[in-house]
């Protein structure tokens, strides 16, 4: 992962020093976040995976948790905004070890409720005991003049002016690249709220479980110290604890997952086909790991329990009795899927190359693959990974995808495109491409199998997003083939 820093030329930022990688500090929850912040830099780790791993081997929890994950994640979604305050404070170009130091001590400095005599004392006996004392002395000086002015005295001094270059200026002050400002941009149809929508994607996430129906239910979620949510009637908020240490997730009879994934789910099960619910055969085609086909598999078995919404469809509550396949491309992920599913069928196949007959199915799910630029909420480093050079090849698989999903159901049959990413290229362009090249499918109105959610847009199509919905920023269009 590479940001401003690694284009410039420079010596050994820092000064000499001996390196100790493998020397830990006292100041455990710094320690691992700083671990995690180096993991993501040079080999490109996941942070999601690797600090939830740390945190178990070394035995951190509690409050030093909470802070490890802070400091980690924090610093990840901020890197554009501090490697540009940090640009302007040193004289020269940190070697990369140091940068992340310094990144973890401007977090602190700018954008959390350390003091600054703190946040300085610890990241320079941090950088002391884990790269030596010339870099401390180094890193001393350039976080005192960060911590010589507040964050919003900063922006204005390292981002463009937004007169001129307002996408610019919001990259720097909230922590995006440029790229994927101006794609959100795009998104919303223009800017008002644009801010509001980089707000939101630089805040930590709840934890958000599902109750599979006919396995669980949101009563007893709530038993375990969950929250109804706003929206779907299977989902609950976790505002704190451990999910895994609910009965119903370590049973999969429950499981972490986005609403905005729920609700995708829940409205292809309420768009009308003209067969019996029992006769029904439905299709998760791209299932790795299983989220969706965990929702699916419930509902074609045991039916949408849930009491019809105001203003829904005809047919909104499917009453049970389907049978699922459930097919991902890599066996591993097709692994996962059977270890989340009760009674779908679950193969490994390839949806560019079906292993089954065209026109067979009633329902379609397809969560393309995509750039899942609507959960950097959840993966505070992937916008920074991200390429958007890799998007047209997306694009064509997408596609193709699509296609396949089309030939794969009966005539009266539906399939729900989803992506989680807003951006125009993997979403509606999308769409509209397929569509213009068939004459035998027609897009649906997405919204009106949601009514319970408001603001998701002009149709025909659904799009969720953290700032409307508190979801990841997740896009639905369903589209039925033509009898």
Known sequence: MKTRGDQEAGGRGGGSRTRRPGKPTRDQARNAAFDVVRAVDERDAYANLLLPRLLRERGITGRDAALATELAYGTLRGLGTYDA??????????DPDVRDALRLGAHQLLRMRVPPHAAVGTTVDLVRLRIGAGAAKFVNAVLRRIGSRTIEEWVPIVAPDPADDPVGHLAIAHGHPRWIVSAFRDALGGSDDLADLLDADNARPLVTLVARPGRSSVGELEEAGADPARYSPYAAYLREGDP?????????????????????????????????????????????????AGLLDAIATYGDLAEPTAGAEPGACFPGGARLVAADVQYHRARLVWQTTRDASVVTADGIEPAWRPGVFDRVMLDAPCTGLG?????PEARWRRDPSG?????KLQRRLLGTALDAVRPGGVVAYVTCSPHLAETRVVVDDVLRRRDDAEQLDARAFLPEVDGLGDGPHAQFWPHRHGTDAMFLALLRKRP
């Open 244 to 292: 895994g240490q609910i009965a119903a997730v370590a049973e999969t009879r429950a499981a972490v997952q986005d609403e905005a994934s729920q609700l995708v789910a829940l409205a292809l099960t309420r768009v009308p086909v003209d067969r019996p619910a029992d006769d029904e055969l439905w299709l998760d085609m791209c299932a790795g790991p299983g989220g969706k």
């Open 85 to 94: 305050v940090i640009e302007m404070c040193s004289d020269r170009t940190p």
């Open 391 to 395: 998007i047209a090849e997306l694009g």
């Open 375 to 379: 959960a950097l909420r959840r993966r």
